[in-house]
């Protein structure tokens, strides 16, 4: 799975201004980001995939695998509360080309960590391809625990985990007892090369949409040990990354890239255009860059 080492790419899902998806502007996404990423990471929660009907997730998808010109593994998010539901979505799924799929957490209904255990085990037995768990209790209301994580990890379509606890000791607990193959991915673009310094293999990175080049000289930097010009990549992305979440992701990266040209902002309801404070906020720093 190193192929999945690196900078992975939660894909934005551009809209137009009827709020369609607008696939000349995702193939314009997907060269832009082509120049510095690793694999791209299709309707995660960055692609608004709570907003998106199956159809149209299908359709993203086979977009994405037909306009990947430089032939990148891709990674596809089937996820949610209801196991009987994602266990139902992968089977109605043709996941021919997906090198892995990203499963969140189950959310709202808040399981003990025995059920968290059950549900990825569930999916784990039948999914035709990997599985990479996603921690992120900011959105699920409830932790994936590093001996949950360990647990898991012992499946063997169980490959890693996109960790976005924000808890570097959690993290820590999973590098230190997984098995050598298990992949911690940094799920929070800030925390990258903290992970990378523990052992982590990556990220699966917002910014990374309008900043790919940064983060692949992250990576580049880490190789050859040069953790100084590493964390001065890293700093580069220390003043935008707040304003990204202010409204909601990925209200704020969608205007930066509105900005660089490659994509509108407009989002789908109950996710909303930016203000425009958070407009001329962006707008300062971007002038700063």
Do not use: W
Not at 245 to 271: Q, S
């Amino acid at each position: 799975m190193d192929r999945l080492h690196g900078t992975g790419v939660a894909l934005v899902t551009p809209f137009d201004k009827k709020r369609n998806i607008d696939f000349a502007a995702l193939k314009k996404l997907l060269q832009h980001t082509a120049k510095g990423v690793d694999y791209y990471v299709v309707m995660g929660t960055t692609g608004e995939s709570a907003t998106i009907s199956k159809e149209e997730k299908k359709e993203v998808l086979q977009f994405v695998l037909k306009n990947n010109s430089k032939q990148l593994p891709v990674v596809f998010g089937i996820g949610g509360n209801s196991t009987q539901e994602v266990l139902n979505t992968l089977s109605e799924t043709n996941l021919a080309g997906v090198n892995a799929i990203l499963s969140v957490s189950p959310y709202y209904n808040k399981p003990s960590q025995e059920g968290i255990v059950q549900h990825f085990n569930a999916i784990a037995d039948v999914s035709p391809v990997p599985v990479i768990l996603y921690n992120v209790p900011g959105r699920t209301s409830s932790n994936l625990s590093a001996a949950t994580t360990l647990r898991l990890a012992q499946h063997k379509n169980i490959i890693g985990i996109k960790e976005a606890s924000g808890n570097i000791e959690q993290c820590m607990n999973i590098m230190k007892s997984k098995p050598k193959n298990f992949m911690l991915i940094s799920g929070d673009d800030l925390l990258t090369l903290a992970l990378y310094a523990i052992g982590g293999v990556g990220v699966i990175s917002v910014l990374a949409n309008s900043f790919p080049v940064i983060f692949k000289n992250i990576r580049g930097a880490v190789r050859q040990n040069d953790f100084r010009k590493a964390s001065s990549e890293q700093f580069k992305l220390l003043e935008i990354n707040g304003p990204m979440y202010e409204e909601g992701n990925p209200v704020g990266v969608k205007f930066v890239l509105e900005e660089m040209g490659v994509c509108h902002h407009y989002t789908r309801l109950p996710l909303c255009s930016p203000s425009n404070e958070l407009k001329s906020k962006i707008k300062k720093i971007l002038s700063r860059k």
